[in-house]
């Protein structure tokens, strides 16, 4: 049995906001009955950008996530809702009864994710449905997919098995699996948002005059392990990432052929960019 | 035997209008609009037959009425009938005009509603769109931000997306580089802005009447000072154009000519026969009007500098875009982006269609350097190494770079001594050989804010290898740096640093992969800077291809005054200005100042303006606002789409309606004229017919509409229209193009689109200044420089007076050798400095905007309001961002989205702060150009809260002999709003005293 999966690259995505815009001029003054009531023109985000600024300048590293109901396989919000009011389609889509869930203010409070938006004048708890009606009308992909340039969303119908596989693959993973929810939205790359960097330039002075160190040996330590190595460019630049938030201490090695080793303490809470070290 | 036929055609429009009263009710209910009677007859009056339209019913009979309403008359039966015997040949139609072969009397509103008549019967059956089931209907259209496919149900628009390319479709090209083939995909892009559309549409901001400002009475009180205090009240459309005309009539006889000013803005919706080259300059040139002349304002540094040295001077001073895609992915090892956001910019018209390819950039390896004092959109995407350089220091980073690639013998000798002339002076300036001063890192270490060691290693790192340098937007200029006090010098020294590295050698060239796609550019369709409608042989580029091809009659403006744009409060509230014209038939045409006003003309006494931007995109624009409510505006008319900007000062406004609720035709991305062949910028050339979707709001009009309707009134009509609607204009430059080579006129209106097949890959366009390098003919295919500007053989050299690229610009020797702002070598001057720099400490850049196409799409209560990064809600009113370094934050006590106010001597903007690590110390970010003015106090001199961060900008020009805008980056203050409407502000120009008046 095939089922939809959406899968989203933050290192394509630019934060043009079309998979946003494309949500509000599908669902604001429309009504599909048996999917979605109108979107409220403001004050809903069925799908949300966030924005994750890692470092200081001027090396930094900035990421967006798209994030939207994740139609999950063990959803909280289907146990929360009275009456039969969310349901999971055979083809993985979780489906809010617009007219079931009419006054079920509670499943705003259901999804982890936050996800689940509440229209005021509705009083109807919402979420962004993978575009369902347009691809029971045939349509390829949901709009947000559609729009986006650089295929940083796109939607996937295949079984359970083989996108196991393409995650493993691809290196995909799911937002907060502490959760627990079995999300069908895939992330890929998402350290760019939730891990963390140690950068820094390495520069030496020669009579008087200052200059960028290339190729010089970085090694990262945690402890006495090397936990990772690195080169310096032309720039003298280096950069270790994808190290967990509030980690702890870390050492930061450098050696450079002419010059004396150098070492420098890091106490990781979130990305630092260590600036210039002189060698 | 002409008379017989003539008789037996007139008897043909009779049955024709029969035959389609019986089968359209379109056609039924047109004709229900008048009742009169129109004769054609021969002048002899040998033939004749008179047409009776009455309640909707049409009567009809040969022989001559002596009391018909309005009568078409031919020279003889023999001229009649070439001139109507299908197929109809335009050009003979056009010159049986000019030969007075025939003549219209009548009244005008019944001569053009008879010949709009007849011509419907022609378009009447056309059937439009694609049926999608449920009474859905798929129309075409095209945006600012790309071509569109409308869902449309019951007259209401459902969606709006990109366009899927069909199985029919052909397929996009193929770039095989280092190993790798790369392909775009078969649909269109589209930018934010377009995408928002839907919300623009049916904004509560659109005007869908006409109005009057309630104190304004053209026979008594005209309240001049109230205008942007007093309210509107709804007015029909007969007492509105039957004021603007009158006005027009009076302003003409009482003040003679000039006294009347024309408006609008550097853009319009999309549509080449709407557009205000097209049916705005046709309507100045009726009416006869003062221009007001353009400043070059995306191109600035560019036009009045570049060009000097090496020329360009038809594409304003911007460089040729041929073949660079292709070059800059097989032979490129790195691109330098400089002040070059194409993610946040979309090419202006260019959707996201460069997107994909500079994926491909990542995909390739290719190192890529951003220089910026925002870390922007492309560099998010692309990642590479960010320099953040003060803003408007980039000429000293420039020199600096040059410095070391001489002292570290890092350049090209070879190119520079047979392909260059004036290096020594340069040579010597940089080196310091000539005031002192060696232009090293170290020197441009405190003016730049970078280290010079960075420095030192960029250059390094670019010297002698295959870069590409991607300066602006399009990444050969337009945009960024160019716009500021030093983009001059920026653009100037960015062309030297060119010049050093061989520029139109495999790999090192102009470019960031937004323009320079393979696609066919042999294949005709014009942009809109051809004119469309216009018959402006002068102000557009039509002369060029398009008047051949779509003959229509010239028309010219009999007013030759016109108003430096930059200047346009001070000409209206000082009686003058002077400044220097954008023209760029030769390098040397910028050189021609323009004083206003012109000896024996008018000054100014009404002005006619087109949508109401330039109190958002013009510097120090609280000038505006004087300037509207001087009493020597006596008259003041907006046309627009919403009640936003300077609609608000207007004395009468007239509703226009959007490109959706019109036909119109035109292609993705086809400027032309100045932006020559801007379709390189996508992956796929499509033409769009542009549907009327839905019927037009209220009672809004076309443009074209509303300005046929106050030619009826001025006895223009024929003159103005030829007789025809935009419909059939859209037919015509359909027949005129090479459109008709590929698809039917029945199933491109069917359809709405075309593809246009991209070229084969043997006959691709040749590489931008690969000739030049190599030191042959010029072939790339732009009809620029005109031929009259070589100066060794035809097509051999380049346009500057040596024909190479000088270091040392002739042009500017000749022309004042001694200008300290524009010296013949570029020389490093930044005016952001002194004592007002100790007073507003931070550098303000405000480039364009990324999710509204400049005003177009903000506000509004339009989706992207809701983009956090495009305005922020606090407390139930959206405010515009700025952004501004995190511990310069701090230091001031602003956290992230506490309300700011940004301000300096001209003015306060209040925004919501947005705190990053995306600038560096002292320097602070927002979009130019926002929707709405929105004064918390008396307009003119109290905070505003829309947005206008213009208000703060310097208005100065960037160079006294020019007209040029410098105004993307202006020294500020930021700190906590306390909630105060007042700012003290500091003005030559005095405020009038104001009485409000409540709207109604």
């Given amino acids: 049995m095939s089922k939809w999966n959406l899968i989203i690259d933050l290192e394509n995505c630019t934060n043009c906001n079309m ?81 079931k869930a009419k006054g079920q203010k509670q499943l705003v409070e259901s999804c982890p994710y936050g996800a689940i938006w509440w229209n005021d004048d509705l009083q109807l708890p919402q979420h962004w449905i993978f575009d369902a009606h347009l691809l029971d009308d045939g349509w390829k992909q949901p709009r947000a997919a559609s729009v986006c340039a650089t295929e940083a969303i796109f939607a996937k119908k295949v079984d359970d098995a083989e996108m196991a596989k393409i995650a493993e693959a691809e290196g995909l993973e799911v937002l907060s699996p502490e959760h627990g929810t079995k999300p069908r939205v895939y992330y890929k790359n998402l350290y760019r948002y939730n891990k963390c960097f140690i950068g820094g330039s390495v520069a030496a002075e020669n009579n008087g005059t200052a200059d960028c160190v290339k190729d010089a040996s970085v090694k990262l330590l945690k402890g006495s392990d090397v936990i990772a190595e690195a080169t310096t460019d032309v720039f003298g630049d280096f950069k270790f990432d994808r190290l967990d938030e509030n980690s702890g201490g870390y050492k930061v090695e450098i050696t450079a052929d002419g010059f004396g080793p150098k070492s420098v303490d890091v106490e990781l809470g979130e990305s630092v960019t260590l600036g210039d070290i002189y060698l | ?61 040969s022989g001559i009425k002596s009391d018909a309403d309005i009568t078409l008359t031919f020279k003889t039966s023999e001229i009649a009938v070439r001139l109507l015997m299908p197929p109809i040949d335009q050009l003979e139609q056009i010159n049986a005009m000019k030969d007075f072969l025939l003549s219209l009397e009548g009244p005008d509103e019944l001569t053009s509603w008879f010949t709009q008549t007849v011509m419907m019967t022609q378009t009447v059956g056309w059937k439009y769109g694609v049926d999608m089931g449920g009474g859905v209907t798929r129309f ?38 280092r190993g ?55 007015i029909s459309w007969d007492e509105a154009l039957d004021m603007v005309a009158g006005e027009i009539k009076r302003i003409k006889k009482e003040h003679g000519p000039g006294a009347i000013a024309n408006s609008h803005g550097s853009h319009h919706t999309w549509g080449n026969v709407g557009y205000y080259l097209s049916a705005d300059f046709k309507f100045i040139n009726a009416v006869g009007m003062t221009r007001v002349l353009h400043n070059p304002d995306s191109w600035e540094g560019w036009y009045w500098g570049a060009s000097h040295h090496w020329g360009g001077s038809l594409r304003v001073g911007q460089t040729e875009t041929y073949g660079t895609v292709e070059d800059l992915l097989k032979e490129a090892e790195m691109v330098v982006f400089w002040s070059s956001n194409p993610e946040g910019t979309s090419g202006a018209y260019g959707s996201l269609e460069g997107t994909v390819r500079r994926k491909w950039l990542k995909e390739l390896d290719i190192d890529i350097v951003h220089i910026d004092p925002y870390y922007n959109d492309s560099a998010q995407f692309l990642g590479g190494k960010w320099l953040a350089p003060k803003p408007a220091s980039s000429p000293a980073l420039a020199m600096a770079i040059a410095n070391v690639w001489i002292e570290e013998d890092l350049y090209d000798k070879d190119y520079v001594r047979d392909r260059t002339t004036g ?136 007013v030759e005054q016109a108003i430096p744009r930059l200047w346009l409060p001070e000409a209206i509230i000082d009686g003058k200005a002077e400044g220097y014209a954008w023209d760029g038939k030769s390098i040397e045409a910028q050189f021609n100042k323009i004083s206003y006003p012109k000896p024996g003309y008018s000054p100014v006494k009404m002005l006619y303006k087109i949508g109401g931007s330039l109190i958002s995109t013009m510097a120090d624009s609280n000038r505006h606002v004087k300037m509207y409510q001087s009493e020597n505006l006596e008259f003041c008319v907006s046309q627009a789409i919403w009640h936003e900007g300077e609609s608000k000062f207007a004395d009468i406004i007239l509703p226009a309606c959007t490109n959706f609720e019109r036909p119109d035709i035109s292609e993705w991305a086809a400027l032309g004229g100045y932006a020559f062949h801007g379709q390189t910028q996508l992956n796929s050339r499509v033409a769009i017919f542009q549907h009327q979707a839905i019927q037009p709001m209220g009672e809004s009009k076309s443009d074209y509409v509303i300005f046929s309707e106050i030619c009826e009134r001025l006895g223009l009509s024929a003159y103005f229209t030829e007789g025809i609607s935009e419909l059939d204009w859209a037919k015509r430059m359909f027949d005129g193009s090479d459109l008709p080579q590929i698809i039917s006129w029945k199933d491109f209106i069917r359809k709405g689109y075309v593809v246009i097949p991209p070229e084969q890959p043997e006959l691709r366009d040749p590489v931008s ?92 209560d339009s989706f992207v309001n809701n983009i956090k990064d495009h305005r922020v809600e606090v407390d139930g009113y959206y405010y515009w961002i700025i952004r501004i370094n995190a511990e310069d934050a701090a230091e001031r006590g602003i956290k992230m989205h506490d309300l700011v106010k940004v301000h300096n ?62 105004n993307s980056t202006a020294l500020v203050e930021i700190e906590l709003w306390d909630g105060k409407a007042e700012h003290d502000v500091t003005s030559s120009i005095a405020a009038p005293e104001k009485e409000p008046v409540p709207a109604e």
Avoid at chain 2, 790 to 811: M, P, R
Wanted: net charge neutral; glycine share 10%.
């Fill in chain 1, 19 to 99: 998979c946003v815009l494309a949500c509000q001029d599908e669902h604001v003054d429309n009504t599909f009955p048996g999917y979605a009531e109108e979107m409220p023109k403001h004050g809903s985000r069925w799908i949300e950008i966030m924005r994750k600024e890692r470092g200081q300048a001027p090396m930094i590293d900035v990421a967006y996530l798209p994030v939207m109901c994740q139609h999950c396989d063990d959803a909280p919000c289907i146990k929360a809702a009275e009456n039969d009011a969310i349901s999971k389609r055979d083809d993985g889509i979780v489906i809010i009864d617009p007219v």
């Fill in chain 2, 423 to 558: 290096f020594d002076k340069w040579h010597d300036y940089i080196m310091g050989k000539e005031d002192g001063i060696a232009k090293t890192p170290e020197w441009a270490e405190p003016e730049t804010d970078l280290k010079a060691k960075e420095i030192r290693a960029l250059a390094r790192k670019w010297g002698n290898r295959k870069v590409y340098l991607a300066a602006g937007g399009w990444g050969n200029g337009h945009g960024g740096a160019c716009r500021n006090q030093t983009g001059i010098q920026w653009s100037r020294s960015l062309v030297c640093l060119m010049a050093m590295q061989g520029l139109g050698k495999p790999g090192v060239n102009m470019g960031n992969l937004q323009w320079g796609t393979p696609v066919d550019t042999n294949f005709y369709f014009p942009g809109y800077a051809e004119g469309g409608m216009s018959g402006d042989l002068h102000h557009t580029a039509m002369s060029v291809e398009l008047y051949q091809r779509m003959p229509q009659l010239p028309s010219m403006n009999t």
């Fill in chain 2, 140 to 177: 075409a259209n095209m945006t600012n931000g790309g071509p569109v496919f409308l869902y449309v149900k019951d007259n209401k628009l459902i969606r709006i997306t990109p366009i899927d390319f069909d199985e029919n479709d052909p397929e996009p090209w193929t770039i095989e580089a």
């Fill in chain 2, 905 to 966: 001597d001209q003015g306060a903007v209040v925004c919501a702060a947005l705190v990053t690590q995306r600038l560096p110390r002292g320097a602070t970010h927002g979009y130019e150009s926002c929707a709405i003015y929105e004064p918390l106090g008396e307009p003119g001199n109290s905070v505003d809260r829309g947005g206008i961060l213009n208000l703060l900008t310097p208005k100065k020009s960037q160079i006294k002999k020019g007209h040029s805008m410098g």
């Fill in chain 2, 1 to 61: 035997m002409g008379s017989l036929m003539f008789s037996l055609m007139l008897f043909g429009l009779r049955l024709l209008i029969w035959m389609q009263t019986m089968r359209y009710q379109a056609f039924r209910d047109r004709l229900k609009e008048k009742n009169f009677t129109a004769q054609m007859k021969t002048k002899d009056n040998s033939v004749g037959r008179w047409f009776k339209f009455q309640d909707g019913k049409v009567t009809s009979g």
């Fill in chain 2, 180 to 234: 790798k083939t790369f392909k775009p995909p078969r649909k269109t892009t589209l930018a934010p802005h377009g995408m928002n559309w839907k919300s623009m549409l049916n904004s509560p901001d659109r005007l869908l009447y006409p109005m009057k400002r309630v104190d304004f009475d053209p026979n008594g009180e005209r309240n001049p000072q109230n205008r942007g205090i007093s309210g509107y009240e709804r």
């Fill in chain 2, 769 to 860: 200044w690969n000739w030049y390098y190599e030191d042959r003919k010029k072939d790339v295919p732009e009809p620029m420089p005109l031929p009259s500007d070589y100066k060794d053989e035809y097509l051999k050299g380049i346009q500057t007076q040596s024909g190479k690229i000088e270091f040392e610009a002739s042009s500017l020797k000749r022309f004042d050798a001694n200008d300290p702002e524009r010296p013949p070598v570029v020389k490093y001057n930044n005016p952001y400095g002194g004592a007002e720099a100790e007073k507003y400490p931070l550098r303000m850049i405000t480039p364009h905007p990324r999710f509204s196409f400049h005003t177009q799409g903000d506000a509004k």
